[in-house]
């Protein structure tokens, strides 16, 4: 006697089959013992049935796609050991002996209480979101600039929780939209905590450094919100998981780096201006520049302008057509 388990391709089990006779036939057909409704699986695909040791064994009927292994090896006959997975087509197979020893059973976990969590995030995050805003704006200060941003805000991570909580409805029949919205949440007072704190750096220290090369956290920032959404759907293959989501969050950062500097001359164009959020002084943690040192460095750009303007304007090629264009009217007339 011995049960055969039908699992899905994330090798959950999805059906459980008992074999009471010497040997089972599984295929399409309606004269087997486990029928499976896969296209890529001939009428009779596999039998299973134990050898002379007595110990379990699939063989290969003669199929067209034949006995695979876990790593996709075809195989004629393959010994199962209990934890032995098989394919045939796209269906996966585990055969187990009745006498299989299972583990012990799990300890009951006390229900985690999702809701704090979910209120506190609720609180935090739009209050730290309107502060943020505040110290942020130096011009109007409406209640429809406030109000609009924040619409946009909730309309955003809204949609965001929407499309995870489908996901996982649709991949494990559970929503988990709780769980979703407190990541989703978490995630974005975070990202507020993060960019508020790199801007007050950038005009505490007067960085241009800390404004250019700050980007990577937020990528990979983002790329841990979305494996912990991926992890509630599923536990298994947390390593592979977390090897995809933060390689796409270093290529978007590179990326990023490359469209920020691109590969041209220094003496092409001005700076960027980096110091764009202003705080009130006493935040400041380097002193300002004296005004002896602002001329002295007005007075040195003085000087590179002067020397600018006596080099020959460089010409593109709309200006090299227009000229040529110019002189052949001439020529004309």
Known sequence: MFWIEVLSRQKEIIQRHHAAADFVTIGRAYDNGVIVDDPYVAPAHVRICRDESGAMVAEDLATQNGLLDEKGKRHHRISLTGNQLIRIGHTWLRVRDANFKVADERPLQPQRRLWPGLMAMLILLPGFFMLNLWLRNTG???????????????????????????LTRLLT????????AIIALTGIFALQIISFTQDWLVFAFSSN????????LFWFLFALICFAHMCVISSKNTYRKAAIVFS?????????????????PEDSGA?????????????????????????AEAEKLKAQLDELRKKEPRRGMFDNFLNDFNDGEMAHR
Request: aromatic share 20%; glycine share 4%.
């Open 140 to 166: 109007d200060y409406s209640i429809t600039l406030y109000l609009g941003q924040f619409v946009s805000l909730a309309t955003g991570i809204a949609i965001w929780i929407g499309f995870w909580s489908l």
């Open 173 to 180: 029949g559970a929503a988990c939209f709780t769980l979703h």
């Open 209 to 216: 450094f800390i404004a250019q090369y700050s980007f990577p």
């Open 248 to 264: 796409l969050a270093a290529c978007a950062s590179m990326a990023q780096w490359f469209m920020d500097n691109p590969l041209i």
């Open 271 to 295: 700076k960027r201006p980096y110091l764009t959020r202003m705080y009130p002084p006493s935040w400041r943690v380097i002193a300002p520049e004296t005004e002896l040192e602002f001329f």
